[in-house]
């Protein structure tokens, strides 16, 4: 995959990757987090194990199912499909050297891959988890100069333990344990009945992350530090524990991205922190693609790091078919050319200055939409992935298939993206599909706006489930799609 010359500017990028001949594949529960790069990369290709398009996306490659021990990860799911037949030989059949990206993996994956050849462009899964960690993150940041909201690390033990640890953070407390999706980890702690809820998990976790509580917002943002320097995508708001999207205090059900989100100040000062992060975890040993959550107290408008994720995300959706995206290249682009071998050098400031730019932002949003009922049943059916329309009176309805969002014509439609489907559980945080449209689905106060409940009801009302024939058979816990984190 060598280039013969050095790569100078976006331009010689984009052909170079044009062109390129090697086998590269993201393999994952879905496609979602790497959307769209199949056309931004020669012989990029996607292989998953749910059939989101009912076999009508021509670059995805879905294996018949097999037998396999309950998933527990989406890493348990990599490592299935890696030791699928079908997927073999669909590897092999494509030629030697190919390389494979992943959302999730650990040392069972990279042990898989290179049994079939193929070397994973990330780094290892031993630094990812360590970096992963987010008792870890607060102590990079603080290296970086990138603070959190005023915090202490300790073991806890008992709840007059957590009062005496957390000295002046206050009577209202947040913890948080090392690992684990915010919506099932993150522990709101104001009275000694709150932490005998939560003290078994915060006890057998070890060192956990105190936190003052503060009135915040969320936001999120994208980057990719490479040997020339650390490139930074735009700053997003995060769609986060909406009842009529998921039943997680806390959880993250999506983004929105948009010129007038942030003030001028805030965008700068997210790309400064962001850049100076990205620098320090190519200190640590860390290359490519990062994601970081920052925490903007309402009250005095600091900016405050939230949590790493070392690897794409829910959001990469966005940052990578934004319009500055498609004039320059998506971000994940850059994670690929650090891994490629290839040498390059570009005006990394040049380029993160536009990005910044409001012209280069337009207008989107997603939400992730889970079952929220206390209830179980089967899925009988199932609105298809595709292009949606919102009528007059409020009603959804199917308008046409399509695997792009940028088929979305304007805020009357929307891009369903399918999760569940017949003859998967559905029950309580189960993923049921991904919505994506342009425009805002949150008010100015941050709120899900009249449109965005429409969109809801209506993808919801579009899956019908039929009962149990025997409850008791169920595994325990039940884990189908969107028992655990996918995307």
Aim: one cysteine or more; hydrophobic letters at 40%.
């Amino acid at each position: 995959m060598a280039a013969k010359k050095k790569l100078k500017n976006i331009s010689e990028i984009r052909r170079f990757f044009h062109r390129n001949e090697t086998p590269i594949y993201f393999i994952s529960a879905t496609n979602f987090n790497l959307l769209g790069m199949d056309e931004w990369v020669k012989n990029f290709k996607f292989i998953n194990y749910l059939d989101c398009y009912d076999g009508r996306h021509p670059n995805t490659f879905i294996p018949s199912p097999g037998p396999h021990p309950e998933f527990q990860s989406i890493e348990d799911i990599n490592n299935y499909l890696l030791q699928h037949k079908e997927v073999i030989d669909h590897i092999k059949s494509r030629g030697k050297r190919a390389k494979a990206v992943f959302l999730m993996f650990d040392e069972t994956t990279e042990k898989l891959a290179r049994e079939l050849g193929m070397q994973i462009w990330f780094p290892k899964a031993r630094l990812r988890s360590k970096l992963d960690n987010k008792i870890e993150t607060v102590r990079i940041g603080n290296k970086a100069g990138v603070l959190s909201v005023p915090n202490v690390l300790v073991k806890l033990s008992s709840y007059d333990d957590l009062r005496k640890k957390s000295g002046k953070l206050g009577e209202d407390l947040v913890i948080q344990t090392a690992y684990g999706d915010s919506g099932h980890t993150t522990f709101f702690i104001s009275s000694e009945r709150d932490w005998k809820r939560h003290a078994d998990e915060i006890v057998n976790a070890g060192e956990v992350k105190i936190m003052k509580r503060i009135n915040c917002r969320q936001a999120a943002i994208e980057a990719c530090t490479t040997r020339a320097g650390t490139i930074v995508g735009p700053l997003m708001t995060e769609i986060v524990g909406f009842g009529e999207l998921t039943p997680y205090r806390g959880g993250w059900a999506g983004n929105e991205i948009f010129a007038g989100a942030f003030t001028p100040k805030l965008r700068r000062k997210a790309r400064d922190l962001t850049f100076r992060f990205g620098e320090q975890l190519r200190k640590e040993g860390y290359r490519g693609y990062f994601e970081l959550d920052f925490l903007i107290d309402r009250d005095t408008e600091e900016m405050w790091l939230g949590e790493l994720n070392p690897r794409v995300t829910g959001a990469s959706s966005m940052t990578n078919h934004a319009a500055f995206a498609h004039a320059d290249a998506p971000l994940f682009l850059f994670h690929l050319l650090e891994f490629s071998g290839v040498d390059f050098d570009f005006d990394v400031k040049g380029l993160n200055d536009r990005w910044a730019d409001a012209d280069n932002i337009d207008s989107w949003s997603q939400m992730v939409i889970k079952h929220t009922e206390d209830s179980i049943d089967i899925v009988a059916q199932a609105p298809e992935s595709g292009i949606w329309r919102l009528a007059d009176d409020g009603s959804v309805g199917y308008s046409r298939f399509d695997y792009h969002r940028r088929a979305v014509e304007s805020e009357r439609e929307a891009f369903f993206l399918r999760i569940s489907g017949p003859g998967d559980y559905r029950y309580e945080g189960a993923d049921l599909g991904i919505l994506i449209t342009r425009g805002r689905l949150m008010t100015k106060n941050f709120q899900l706006n009249d449109r965005a409940r429409k969109w809801i009801d209506g993808i919801r009302g579009r899956f019908v489930g039929r009962p149990l024939e025997n409850r008791a058979a169920i595994p325990q816990p039940v884990l189908q799609p969107g028992a655990f984190k996918i995307y």
